[in-house]
């Protein structure tokens, strides 16, 4: 089982930038895949980024390509994920997710362990 924790959520102003961290813990070496996840309140989780734990590959959502960049630092278990250019629309939950076998899906139950969320809050 791996332990991750985010971090680094917050509020900002729009037009601003934001880096969420997630720390890996535990079985760290069956995290074939992370990714990030957001949830709106009455909205459905929805796919933002993934990156295999070599980083030879990266995915993510239309909504957020040429503004978030996800990054891995495998000697601090670390995967990070900097947002820039933030949206009102980009307010939601964080969720970091971290995934035992190969590929990158941006469907959530394909995922098998989950950090807690960190608030990510953006004004006009």
């Known amino acids: 089982q791996v332990q991750l924790v985010e971090s680094g959520g917050g509020l900002v102003q729009a037009g601003g930038s934001l880096r969420l961290s997630c720390a890996a813990s535990g079985r760290t070496f069956s995290a074939v895949a992370m990714g990030w996840f957001r949830q709106a309140p009455g909205k459905e989780r929805e796919f933002v980024a993934a990156i295999t734990w070599s980083g030879s590959r990266t995915d993510y959502a239309d909504s957020v390509k040429g503004r978030f960049t996800i990054a891995r630092d495998n000697a601090k278990n670390t995967v990070y994920l900097q947002m820039n250019s933030l949206k009102p629309e980009d307010t939601a939950v964080y969720y970091c997710?971290?995934?035992?076998?190969?590929?990158?899906?941006?469907?959530?139950?394909?995922?098998?362990?989950w950090g807690q969320g960190t608030q990510v809050t953006v004004s006009s």
């Open positions: 997710a971290a995934r035992r076998t190969t590929g990158l899906p941006v469907t959530p139950p394909l995922y098998d362990s």
